[in-house]
C-alpha cells in the first residue's frame, strides 16, 4: 500500500492512501509510455494504422508482461515463506489480479486490432494475437531473468564429505582374483 502526506498546515496532515507501490505504478506508466512512443513511431514510418496497432500495445504487453513475471517471482518466494492460510491467500489473491490485469490488457488490445477497418485473415485472426503471445513470452523473460538474477548457492555445499574423499583403488585387486 502505497501512502502520499500533505501537510496543510501546521496542525492539520493528510494521508492518501492508494493500491500498490509507487515503483510499481512507474513501471506501469512506462509500459503505457513505451507502447504509445512505439505506436506513434511506428505511424510516422509506415502510414499503416494497423501496423502501428499492432506494434503498439505489443510493446505495451510486453513491458507489462516482463513486470509481472518479475512480480510473480517474488511471488513465489513469498509463497514458498508463507506461514499460514491467511499469507497464503493472500499471495494467491495478489496473482490472481496480476493474471487479471494481464489478461485484460491483452484482450482489449485485441479487441482494438479487431475493430480496425482492415480485413483479411491476418488483420482479423492473426494480429490480434500478437500483443497476447507478446505478453506471454514477456512474462516467461521475467520470470527467468529474475530466477537468473538470483545468487544460487556453491556446488560444494551440496557436497558430502564422504564424497570429497579420494577414492581407494587398492580394493578392486587384480584381474582374475578372486573378490
Not at 510493446?59 to 506461514?83: E, H, I, P, S
Amino acid at each position: 500500500m502505497g501512502q502520499i502526506v500533505r501537510q496543510i498546515s501546521p496542525n492539520t496532515t493528510r494521508y492518501y492512501w492508494y493500491p500498490g507501490d509507487k515503483k510499481e505504478w512507474l513501471r506501469a506508466l512506462l509500459a503505457v509510455g513505451m507502447g504509445a512512443c512505439v505506436f506513434g513511431l511506428a505511424y510516422l514510418l509506415t502510414r499503416s494504422m494497423l501496423a502501428a496497432t499492432v506494434l503498439g500495445p505489443a510493446a505495451t504487453t510486453g513491458v507489462l508482461g516482463f513486470n509481472l513475471g518479475r512480480r510473480d517471482l517474488r511471488a513465489l518466494d513469498a509463497a514458498a515463506q508463507a506461514k499460514g492460510r491467511r499469507e497464503a491467500a493472500e499471495v494467491s489473491g495478489r496473482a490472481a489480479w496480476r493474471g487479471l490485469v494481464g489478461g485484460g490488457v491483452a484482450a482489449f488490445a485485441g479487441l482494438v486490432i479487431v475493430h480496425l477497418p482492415a480485413r483479411g485473415v491476418v488483420a482479423d485472426w492473426l494480429l490480434p494475437v500478437v500483443p497476447a503471445v507478446v505478453a506471454a513470452l514477456a512474462r516467461q523473460a521475467g520470470l527467468l531473468s529474475g530466477s537468473l538474477a538470483r545468487e544460487s548457492t556453491p556446488a560444494s555445499a551440496y557436497a558430502t564429505t564422504a564424497s570429497r574423499r579420494p577414492h581407494n583403488t587398492d580394493a578392486v585387486g587384480e584381474p582374475g582374483a578372486a573378490v
